[in-house]
């Protein structure tokens, strides 16, 4: 287990050097990320410009749903950036050399790359947290701090976990399929708002098929200190981050029964 | 015209070899447009007062937006980022067409064939279970179509004087990071034009990004009657002039200075 750390962390240390040594670019793209989520945010703020409030939710308040997500979203992209390009290498048939290496596949391919440009988009969703954190009337203490770090981690293993399913798809079809955008960008697009917005059938969705609610809306209750129209009692709401570590394990099991199917392009 | 044509015809055929990836494609358009519509239905909800849009029109918008997506999907042209950078761009040179016509007409077939294979089934959804009709008069539906076939000239436009400049920045890839965002904001894809707050809409009118997507949804739902749409449309069609020619000068200022590495 000790080796297996030393291992990843040399590799993932090879990546950031290796980006490094394109320092006007790196700067360049992640000037880029921030900018892009910052031009994404303005649209949910020109939204409460327009309409004041939603359904008795401040801007303030939706902030601090969507500092969570994107920042959930943006630590999963940058880490498990190498099951986000799976899909080439089965389509390339370069997989085949990851089976004759002494290490377990799905450890090859995490450690394969931390795309460090997504810093960008994990500071502007700092950003917003903080200052959602700052102008909400929430005394702060110090296990709300925590739950709020653990409902950033919960989800980012959630999202790291739908990377690798999406990954998974792959061993089947080949392609890795844009369907599971609608998933990992769909699921930030929907966790920026409460769930309660939504209709029934499509918070059922993120509550059980994708379980979101736990990395977001649960727990974020909490926080408020609002009662939740969805019936989540105060247990449930600060348990509920440990939802992302599971989700993650399983979509690690799904993996390995994926890999067994794995059938060479030959190319 | 006739390579031109070519070119269309040739990238239709790709689309086709993929209709897995096309399907997944539809399938996402719809799963955004559900999710849009239901926070546009909170959104509307919340408040009493008269918007300068009414909900089943801004719902309709988000459906249009969903269907012709792919009309400004761009980032850069992979093809021509990857000839700059290896040299084998100085091929491009040895054709016997207009090389900006080439690109413009490549970056066209782009926005086009994509659109017209996603656009039917995301509006076919759209009918039955969100009530999207069709234009309230024929003469709307003549402008509008006339105004979507001018926002695929300007999308094309703008995207080839896109791939013009990475005759400069050779990856170009600050510009396609930023690209998409900034469009699909000022489009009105994320937030439809006019419930924007006015100080943002005086930007925008500045700007050519309105004649993308804006103009022809809003002369589809009656926003923009029939008489008043020409001058918007002449609007896009001044924009679409500009930047063709904008791009044309600019390329041939980068191939007037274009140094192609040996080997």
């Known amino acids: ?267 | 015209m006739k390579p031109y044509l070519a070119i269309l015809g040739a990238r239709f055929r790709t689309l086709l070899q993929y209709r897995a990836a096309a399907a997944a494609g539809i399938g996402t358009r719809i799963f955004w447009g559900l999710i849009r519509v239901m926070i546009f239905e909170a959104f509307y909800r919340s408040s009493p007062e008269a918007q300068p849009m009414t909900l089943p029109q801004t719902v309709t918008y988000v459906w249009l937006g969903q269907a012709m997506l792919a009309s400004i999907l761009w980032g850069i042209d992979r093809d021509v980022s990857q000839m700059v950078r290896t040299g084998t761009v100085a091929y491009e040179l040895l054709r016997p067409v207009d090389l900006y016509g080439l690109w413009f007409s490549r970056a066209l077939a782009a926005r086009v064939a994509p659109t017209v294979a996603q656009a039917g089934p995301v509006l076919l959804f759209a009918a039955v279970f969100f009530h999207f009709g069709p234009p309230p008069s024929p003469a709307a539906a003549l402008a509008w179509l006339g105004a979507t076939a001018l926002g695929f000239l300007l999308s094309a436009a703008l995207s080839t004087l896109v791939t013009v400049s990475l005759l400069w920045t050779v990856s170009g890839e600050g510009i396609a990071r930023l690209m998409p965002a900034l469009v699909y904001t000022l489009s009105g894809m994320i937030v439809p034009l006019p419930l924007l707050p006015p100080a943002m809409r005086g930007v925008i009118a500045a700007l050519p990004f309105a004649g993308l997507i804006d103009v022809p949804f809003r002369i589809y739902l009656g926003h923009i009657g029939p008489a008043e749409a020409l001058g918007p449309m002449a609007g896009q069609a001044a924009w679409v002039l500009a930047l063709a020619l904008w791009g044309r000068w600019l390329l041939g200022r980068g191939l007037g200075r274009l140094a192609v590495q040996g080997g």
């Open chain 1, 1 to 267: 287990m000790h080796d297996t750390l030393t291992l990843y962390f040399r590799l993932i240390g090879a990546s950031v050097r290796g980006q490094m040594e394109y320092r006007a670019s790196f700067w360049m793209m992640t000037v880029g990320h921030f900018l892009t989520t910052v031009i994404e945010f303005l649209g949910v703020w020109a939204l409460f410009a327009r309409f004041r409030s939603l359904q008795g939710w401040s801007l303030p308040e939706v902030a601090l749903f969507y500092g969570t997500v994107h920042a959930a979203f943006a630590l999963a992209e940058g880490i498990g950036r190498g099951f986000d390009v799976f899909g080439n290498l089965v389509k390339s048939g370069d997989f085949d050399r990851y089976l004759l290496r002494p290490h377990g596949t799905a450890f090859q391919v995490a450690a394969q790359e931390l795309q460090l440009m997504r810093v960008g988009r994990l500071a502007q969703a700092l950003i917003v947290l903080f200052w959602a954190a700052g102008a909400l009337h929430v005394a702060w203490t110090l296990p709300k701090a925590l739950l709020l770090l653990a409902t950033v981690l919960g989800g980012a293993c959630l999202f790291y976990g739908l990377f690798v399913l999406q990954a998974t798809m792959a061993f089947w079809t080949v392609e890795s399929l844009e369907i599971m955008n609608a998933l990992t960008y769909g699921g930030t697009e929907t966790g920026q708002f409460p769930l309660t917005i939504y209709r029934g059938w499509f918070r059922t969705v993120f509550i059980i098929l994708v379980p979101l609610a736990f990395v977001g809306h649960f727990p974020l209750h909490a926080i408020l200190d609002r009662p939740d129209p969805l019936g989540s009692t105060p247990l449930v709401q600060w348990l509920a981050p440990l939802v992302g570590p599971v989700f993650l394990l399983l979509s690690f099991q799904v993996w390995r029964l994926g890999e067994r199917r794995y059938r060479s392009t030959g190319s």
